[in-house]
């Protein structure tokens, strides 16, 4: 049972470029959380998705991320136009479904921006 | 501002003796949850306690929650090389019916052989 997959595992993004992340989530689950961790802090809640749906983007800078979830392959977490400043580890996390239910991690993206 | 506040932010013991972090939290919770994470990895889940509950033991683990005080304790006993890592409280939040976690900044955990 594949946990949940994130690709690429390391992305290095000039200033001004765009990236692109990829979270696959455990089987079975169609509920996706971005997470964004900065050096040496603790993880900061950026969106939740379902299929084909944004429920809470409360967390997501007001420009230049966006975040899909649709109806067929993984979730992708979209940053235009990177600034030093986004270099940080993104992690996905999966579960079953919306409440009190774990959410399990993938490995992580690790984004340089040069 | 951030939830959860982890005490101390690094910890160094040997191997065999006990760890005990702590954490601290501002606002009414559901659920506490701890997780680990390895040098450059991702998070590892490791126990989760209901408001409900005042102490939960997994293994080597034991947790405690006092929501007088809003606080919690992951106490590792035994520790290893393996434990090795940072441990992360994370407390839910709740919008649009859905949990979302708010970390806190981790406690470093070093256990020397």
């Known amino acids: 049972n594949a946990g949940v997959m994130q690709n690429p595992r390391h992305l290095v993004r000039r200033r001004g470029q765009e990236a692109r992340l990829r979270c696959s989530p455990m089987k079975g689950h169609s509920h996706v959380y971005w997470y964004r961790q900065l050096p040496e802090e603790g993880l900061k809640f950026m969106v939740y998705l379902q299929k084909e749906n944004i429920i809470d983007e409360s967390g997501m800078p007001k420009e230049r991320f966006s975040a899909e979830f649709p109806k067929e392959g993984p979730s992708i977490l979209r940053i235009q136009q990177v600034v030093r400043g986004d270099s940080a580890a993104y992690f996905c996390?999966?579960?079953?479904?919306?409440?009190?239910?774990?959410?399990?991690f993938g490995p992580g993206t690790r984004l340089t921006v040069t | 501002s951030q939830q959860g506040e982890e005490d101390p932010q690094a910890l160094s013991i040997q191997e065999g003796e006990n760890a005990t972090m702590n954490c601290s939290y501002k606002?009414?919770?559901?659920?506490l949850q701890w997780y680990r994470q390895n040098s450059g990895r991702g998070l590892v889940h490791l126990i989760l306690i209901r408001s409900n509950e005042r102490e939960k033991h997994s293994g080597r683990l034991r947790v405690t929650l006092d929501t007088s005080k809003k606080s919690s304790s992951l106490l590792i006993t035994a520790s290893r090389a393996a434990d090795t890592a940072s441990y992360f409280c994370?407390?839910?939040?709740?919008?649009?019916?859905?949990?979302?976690?708010?970390f806190g900044q981790g406690t470093r955990l070093t256990i020397n052989p």
């Open positions: 994370a407390t839910d939040a709740w919008n649009q019916g859905a949990q979302k976690l708010v």
């Open positions: 606002t009414s919770i559901n659920n």
């Open positions: 996390a999966s579960s079953f479904d919306r409440g009190e239910y774990e959410q399990y």
